[in-house]
């Protein structure tokens, strides 16, 4: 259960809500002075105290901090200066979430009342002030953008809120608005509130406008004449009441709440996922430093490799075409979007923050959201900033600390749903420190114990620093599962199976489950273990072909069968194999997730989920089999809300270079041409077929 707080001008709302609906509302005058008004709040309160309530969400005029301290007032001066989340906490000891109350009534109305059933809403309030806030697929869109209160006019001659609000009207005429019968003024009001209109739209689209506030709450706003002069304007946003009235705060804090509080609703995202450095391109980090190194040129022409192909320069230059990548997951009807951000550019050097990447990731946060995508972001996915790198990148004693002060930041800066602190934090340990294949590539077995210990941590430190600031964020991390089996399951194979598991799929795992919210699973292939034998045994069946004698002998012709060339997928195998040899075995993605459930009991979403397929050969299949192994697994109870397929846009792929090709899109690095391929066609019908099935 939650509570549902509406504070407004002149009257203090609350309700009881199961998500649903409102239950129990009682109202009160607004006190004017703080200690007055926490007095009355609790007196409202008392009743449902004693219940088990989850979370409060209070709507408060103005803008208050994270930590409650109310910094600007609205009408309530005399709150001013005041820390309204400590002083609730008195007697409340659960979640407590302030957001403003035009941005919860937006929610409202976006959910439950006039918006409902529209993608773009934008709610205005007409009340003592003038407020408002714009929703997106029913969640409020976010990053900067202009109050409407503070658009100036056309002529830049009017205050809007002086004019149109129920302060500013009162204050000009020395009437208050419900006594004023001239109807020369109420014409000149719908003038000048039509001209409002018009600007708001000019700075956020809208599919409608809803008017809502004490303003609009009596016969002198005429909507039907706001409408006529609207079609006067090409694609002008039809203008309706608000339908929940006074309630509408109340509405909103119960979505906002909803939103926050429930991971395993009927909602369930389908997207696809990328990563900065692999798809941004113009980086500066270590892996650009190592990449261009004579060490790591050298290596690559001694392998006959063309280092041109192993340097990620301007990749696909999402950084600037991402608008042009979210329309088309858009069109391929994706409702969530993975990416990361790259600390490089946060941070640069520590301790000193660049407002403009900030800045352009709020940007592509508002664009995700225009487009319909549920944004999940990944805080780290493997490179580092060099003043981090340098110091001895995750081994580095220092790391959990700086990790979890760039997490705060970005917790502060964004407002998101859900967090993932680390991509694959095992794979970077192995790769970098056991393998020696990423930067600095020199194995070193101490510097791989030493990331053991720093990454889980790192999270730990990050989940607390983040739920410091933003305590509704959903918090979890990507983990590389790969499915053990015991070749025909011979004692020897089961124990070496059964250390597989420990080690790879839950010891690091473990240090951090409880600290999560929810996990993140990212699954590619099986191994299945045969004591004594280097050859991999594929299974008898792989759905599209029987193996037979010939693997052994195309791995003999093909010893470079791990490291993909251009020519590469010239090899056909008689079961079906990825460009970069790895065997496909898509339906065991449902035993692995339904593995971590049974281990974790905690939601899991898949965030990475794909094959290199140039030919687009075998990824259709691979995507329906792998869905329909997730949706097995549901039927059977796991808790699993999502699919993210890697990936988006084919993108540089770490030592592999450009040659293995990941992408739903295709991408013509030459000329940065998108091309969707078919199988992502193929996994729009079953995104389609989906919704209509819910």
Same mark, same amino acid.
């Given at each position: 259960m939650y509570i549902c707080i509406d504070i407004g001008g002149t009257t203090t709302r609350v309700a009881?809500?199961?998500?649903?609906?409102?239950?129990?509302?009682?109202?009160?005058?607004?006190?004017?002075d703080f200690a007055e008004g926490i007095r009355v709040l609790k007196d409202l309160l008392a009743p449902n105290l004693s219940k088990p309530i989850s979370a409060i969400c209070i709507g408060m005029p103005g803008r208050t901090q994270p930590d409650g301290l109310i910094v600007t007032d609205g009408m309530l001066k005399g709150w001013r200066g005041h820390n309204l989340k400590a002083a609730v906490q008195e007697f409340f000891s659960g979640d407590i979430l302030i957001e403003n109350d035009a941005s919860l009534a937006t929610l409202g109305e976006a959910n439950f009342g006039a918006g409902r059933g529209y993608t773009h809403v934008v709610y205005l309030t007409l009340s003592t002030g003038l407020g408002g806030d714009t929703a997106i697929g029913g969640k409020l869109l976010r990053g900067p953008h202009i109050e409407p209160k503070k658009v100036s006019s056309i002529s830049g001659t009017v205050n809007f809120e002086a004019y149109l609000s129920g302060t500013g009207v009162e204050s000009r005429t020395g009437k208050k608005p419900h006594e004023i019968t001239d109807p020369d003024f109420w014409r000149d009001y719908h003038h000048i509130l039509f001209e409002w209109l018009q600007k708001v739209t000019q700075l956020w689209k809208a599919d409608i406008l809803v008017l809502g506030g004490g303003m609009v709450n009596h016969d002198h706003i005429d909507f039907e004449k706001l409408n006529e002069l609207g079609k006067g304007i090409d694609r002008f946003p039809e203008i309706k009441r608000t339908a929940l009235g006074d309630e509408v705060g109340l509405y909103g804090a119960m979505a906002f709440l909803s939103s926050r509080y429930s991971l395993h609703d009927t909602r369930f995202f389908f997207g696809a996922a990328t990563a900065a450095h692999q798809v941004e391109g113009n980086l500066h980090n270590n892996w650009t430093e190592w990449e261009q190194s004579t060490e790591r040129l050298t290596q690559l022409k001694s392998q006959g490799k063309d280092p041109a192909n192993f340097i990620s320069g301007r990749g696909a230059d999402h950084w600037r075409l991402y608008d042009q990548d979210f329309a088309l997951a /858009?069109?391929?009807? %994706?409702?969530? *979007?993975?990416?990361s951000v790259e600390w490089s550019r946060l941070e640069p050097e520590e301790g000193k923050w660049d407002s403009e990447a900030f800045a352009h990731y709020h940007d592509m946060i508002v664009s995700m959201r225009n487009h319909g995508l549920e944004p999940f972001m990944t805080l780290w996915h493997w490179t580092l900033p060099l003043w981090v790198y340098n110091q001895g990148g995750v081994a580095w004693s220092g790391f959990p600390n700086a990790f979890a002060r760039f997490a705060k930041k970005c917790a502060e800066e964004f407002d998101l749903h859900y967090i993932l602190t680390?991509?694959?934090?095992?794979? %970077?340990?192995?790769?970098? *420190?056991? %393998?020696?294949? %990423?930067?600095?590539?020199?194995?070193? *077995?101490?510097?791989y114990l030493k990331a053991y210990r720093n990454l889980p941590k790192a999270h730990n430190l990050a989940h607390t620093a983040i739920k410091?600031?933003?305590?509704?964020?959903?918090?979890?991390?990507?983990?590389?599962?790969?499915?053990?089996?015991? *070749? /025909?399951?011979?004692l020897l194979n089961r124990i070496l199976a059964w250390v597989g598991n420990y080690w790879w799929n839950n010891r690091m795992l473990g240090g951090m489950h409880k600290q999560l919210d929810f996990i993140g699973v990212n699954f590619y292939f099986r191994k299945e273990l045969n004591f004594g034998s280097t050859l991999h045994q594929p299974h008898a069946s792989c759905h599209l072909h029987e193996v037979d004698a010939r693997e052994k002998d195309i791995r003999k012709k093909n010893p470079d069968i791990h490291t993909p060339y251009p020519n590469l997928h010239t090899v056909d195998f008689p079961c079906p194999y990825s460009d970069l040899g790895w065997e496909l075995y898509p339906h065991g993605l449902g035993e692995v997730v339904s593995n971590v459930w049974k281990r974790y009991s905690l939601p899991v979403i898949v965030t990475e989920n794909g094959l290199a397929d140039q030919r687009d050969k075998y990824r259709a299949w691979y995507i329906t089999e792998a869905v329909d192994s997730l949706m097995q697994a549901q039927k059977s109870g796991v808790n699993i809300f999502g699919y993210l397929h890697w990936s988006l846009l084919d993108n540089f792929e770490w030592q592999d270079g450009y040659a293995p090709r990941f992408g739903l899109i295709e991408v013509d690095y030459s000329t940065l041409e998108r091309k969707v391929r078919p199988s992502a066609y193929k996994y729009k019908k079953i995104i389609d077929g989906f919704s209509k099935n819910l």
């Open positions: 009881l809500s199961d998500g649903k609906k409102l239950l129990d509302i009682a109202k009160a005058p607004t006190a004017k /858009e069109s391929l009807s %994706h409702t969530a *979007y993975r990416f680390l991509n694959e934090p095992e794979v %970077h340990a192995a790769a970098t *420190y056991a %393998h020696g294949v %990423h930067p600095p590539a020199k194995k070193d *077995y101490v510097g410091s600031v933003a305590p509704s964020v959903q918090v979890g991390m990507a983990t590389h599962q790969i499915l053990f089996q015991a *070749y /025909e399951g011979k």
